[in-house]
């Protein structure tokens, strides 16, 4: 069938924030940004502007209508406004607001906008940061944000028995995912009404966390998005401190208020990972046995812990044995704030960092114990699921993961011929370096991982957020209209969901219809939305639970205009089981319900919809320290294969070989795989958010920030292997994909790397 976001792009008929209409009176918004990472505000002066036919608010402006601050999810007392309170804390923060009839009149205006700045010593790093000399956020009287200690299984007595313990040191940079379309608000008071389109990935807690900044009720907030989202890699989630900015314009100026950044401030203040800097221990015995695994990670997150930080590090707390049957694991965690960017959710969050840190660790181990790569992980790999629960069988972590089981030892083993034939040619002098990297993707993450920052006696509620709400109707020309409140970025999901419903309806999916955008005025939930690989494990069930419940009034609503007890359904017909000429399309009986339900049957229900709320039924609060971080856990090998050429390294092979359970759409799920691949590669060989010894940013263009072109990949050949296994606990059947590669490749790739150079690659990009 037709890829229906696909034809809309490539026709120019989509519709992204750019493309809604601005009411009448709409003035556009330019933000005057700290030129320094650390400064008190002494006096802001926007009264030139006035002067010159604009219009200009401050902090004291702003602060009249943004009554509260955000929420941060240690509970710590730091007052995170969308503008710089006080003293700005990192460059790029919003200081003043400037609205013009046209973005050009209000970008120019921002030179008359003035502020008189004493700037302070910057923590410009994560040491600055431990040293303390410097404050980020005085109130708290330390940088350090967080720090916490958690063990599980018999760690101690592991590293005291094993015959070698392997420590490895790591760097992973800042690194941001510059979608194709940059953030974009529209925002309109109307009365005491907020009304605001945005290509957020929402809903999630944006209502929550927007109705409390403006301390107005969530029955007054009014969100919704463009039919199409320029992509976002996550980054978009961090978006809601700028609709409240201009919410708050909006209603200072009585007027509606449009912004859309610009390429410079998405380098500059939208999102990225933060930096991570740590250790792996891995105690072993001589024969690689992997009896423990230490974890030591020091998170750098910018000026503020922005929702749904600390989460970088929690993100993957289900899945920190990774692939490997290891039942003792220790996480030791130091949080800390510097004068940089708050962070927030990247393509895998926290499973990036995660990953390069444990794979290229037991790559060292391996070194160290004259062990193949490759056999070292067979050794450890998971092999048996024995935990029966929910209809399927699970290997249980030591952390609370529960992995469905899948054939690890097949997945693994995929990639063999190909990495011994490599291998062969190294033996023949051909200079490559080979390197892999086992990954176990978690998708639909539980919200209540957030929660294991915070000691749990400290928790005040419980939290297991994961579910979706979908609904599927019928319209009175039989057409099934499918509606999702989440955001469509062009990852094929009214594609993949019309086939889905129409597979359970037994329709054409040209007869089903997809709505697959945000309108907080319709059903949603606070896990509603676009992230962490969520679709195919979450929505997916979720549309095919809704498909069948209206499935069932069909056949009810057929059997009572048929006059029959005894009804078939198949390929979209009711037909009478007795006499099968008898027989109705969908077409028919929803002409005849719309058109005449007073005609029905007493006691026949005329209603042809259905909305069901899907949660799956591992996702639960966490207990003590251990949570089932996600929904549930694909399994992707990677193999990367690099070249020295002309003093550079030069990406020649790449194949994953996944079990993602059943595939919805193969052509989505390759796309998925190819992007994740060459995103992840990026991040292993040349991006990097470069900040100077004044904490100032350096990467303010894409040259400078290292972004590849396609020259780069041209002659690469990418092979992916696909398993099938769908799980029986999901109506859909199917596992997350689309964060796996990105996850793998920046292990995959330095690891390929390391055997090149014959030496230790710790830190990226290479």
Not at 2 to 30: F, K, N, Q, S
Not at 487 to 500: D, R, S
Request: hydrophobic share 40%.
């Amino acid at each position: 069938m037709t890829y229906r976001e696909g034809l809309r792009a490539v026709t120019g008929v989509g519709e992204y924030i750019d493309d809604v209409p601005e009411p009448a009176g709409a003035l556009h918004m330019a933000i005057y940004r700290s030129p320094y990472p650390h400064a008190k505000i002494k006096k802001v002066d926007v009264s030139d502007v006035w002067r010159r036919g604009g219009m200009a608010f401050g902090p004291e402006d702003l602060l009249k209508v943004v009554k509260n601050p955000f929420p941060n999810a240690l509970g710590l007392l730091i007052k995170y406004y969308p503008f710089a309170v006080g003293k700005a804390r990192f460059f790029g923060e919003p200081v003043a607001v400037v609205l013009a009839r046209d973005k050009y009149k209000a970008a120019d205006l921002l030179d008359y906008v003035y502020v008189d700045f004493e700037p302070l010593e910057p923590v410009a790093s994560i040491e600055d940061a431990l040293r303390g000399r410097a404050l980020v956020h005085e109130e708290l009287g330390t940088n350090v944000a967080m720090r916490r200690r958690m063990s599980f299984g018999d760690v101690e007595s592991a590293f005291k028995n094993a015959d070698v313990v392997e420590a490895f040191d790591f760097r992973f940079p800042r690194h941001t995912a510059m979608p194709l379309e940059p953030y974009g608000v529209l925002a309109d008071f109307r009365g005491d009404e907020l009304h605001a389109v945005a290509n957020i990935q929402g809903p999630a807690l944006y209502v929550y966390f927007i109705a409390r900044a403006l301390d107005i009720p969530t029955s007054k907030i009014r969100l919704k998005t463009p039919r199409d989202i320029g992509g976002s890699f996550g980054i978009k989630y961090s978006l809601y401190p700028y609709v409240v900015l201009a919410a708050a314009a909006s209603r200072l100026a009585s007027a509606p208020v449009k912004w859309v950044e610009t390429r410079l401030e998405s380098l500059a203040a939208s999102s990225s990972n933060g930096e991570r800097r740590g250790r792996v221990e891995i105690a072993a015995t001589r024969d690689g046995r992997i009896l423990a695994v230490r974890y030591q990670f020091v998170e750098e997150v910018g000026a503020y812990l922005r929702p749904p930080e600390p989460g970088a590090l929690f993100r993957v707390h289900g899945n920190l044995n990774g692939a490997y049957d290891i039942r003792a694991v220790e996480a030791d965690y130091t949080v800390v704030l510097t004068n940089r960017a708050p962070t927030g959710l990247n393509r895998g969050y926290g499973g990036p960092q995660f990953y390069f840190a444990l794979e290229r660790a037991v790559d060292e181990l391996a070194r160290r114990l004259g062990l193949d790569p490759l056999d070292l992980r067979m050794r450890n790999l998971i092999t048996k699921f024995p935990v029966e629960k929910y209809g399927w069988r699970f290997y249980e972590t030591p952390t609370g993961g529960l992995y469905p089981m899948l054939d690890y030892t097949s997945v693994v083993k995929a990639i063999e011929p190909e990495y011994r034939k490599w291998r062969e040619e190294q033996e023949r002098g051909r200079r490559v370096g080979v390197g892999i990297a086992l990954v176990v993707e978690p998708s639909g993450t539980n919200l209540g991982y957030v929660d294991v920052a915070v000691e749990a006696e400290k928790r005040r509620y419980p939290h297991s957020g994961a579910g979706e709400y979908v609904t599927v109707s019928l319209d009175p020309s039989g057409v099934v209209n499918v509606f999702v409140n989440a955001t469509n970025e062009g990852l094929g999901h009214e594609t993949a969901l019309a086939e889905v419903v129409a597979r359970e309806l037994g329709i054409d999916p040209s007869d089903v219809k997809v709505t697959y955008r945000v309108d907080t005025s319709l059903t949603w939930s606070l896990s509603s939305g676009s992230y962490s690989s969520r679709f195919a494990p979450v929505v997916a069930s979720a549309a095919i639970l809704a498909a069948r419940r209206l499935r069932e009034k069909i056949i009810e609503l057929g059997a009572a205009l048929l006059k029959t007890k005894r009804v078939v359904y198949e390929g979209g017909v009711v037909y009478d089981e007795a006499d099968p000429k008898r027989r109705l399309d969908i077409r028919k009986i929803a002409s005849a319900v719309h058109w005449d339900p007073g005609g029905l049957p007493e006691g026949v229900d005329p209603d042809l919809s259905a909305t069901v709320f899907f949660h799956p039924p591992t996702v639960k609060a966490p207990e003590g320290d251990r949570v089932n971080s996600s929904a549930t856990y694909a399994l992707q090998a990677h193999l990367a294969v690099v070249e020295e050429a002309d003093g550079d390294v030069r990406l020649v092979k790449y194949v994953v070989a996944h079990d993602a359970g059943r595939i919805l759409k193969r052509e989505l799920l390759d796309g998925q795989l190819y992007g994740g691949v060459h995103h992840g590669v990026c991040m292993a060989l040349y991006e990097e958010l470069k900040y100077g010894e004044d904490a100032s940013l350096r990467s303010l263009l894409l040259e400078t920030y290292g972004t590849p072109d396609l020259s780069h990949f041209v002659g690469l050949e990418v092979e992916l292997i696909h398993f099938e296994t769908p799980v029986g606990y999901l109506p859909s059947g199917a596992l997350g994909s689309g964060e796996g590669p990105v996850m793998g490749a920046p292990a995959a790739v330095a690891n390929a790397v390391a055997d090149l150079l014959k030496r230790g690659v710790s830190s990226l990009p290479v």
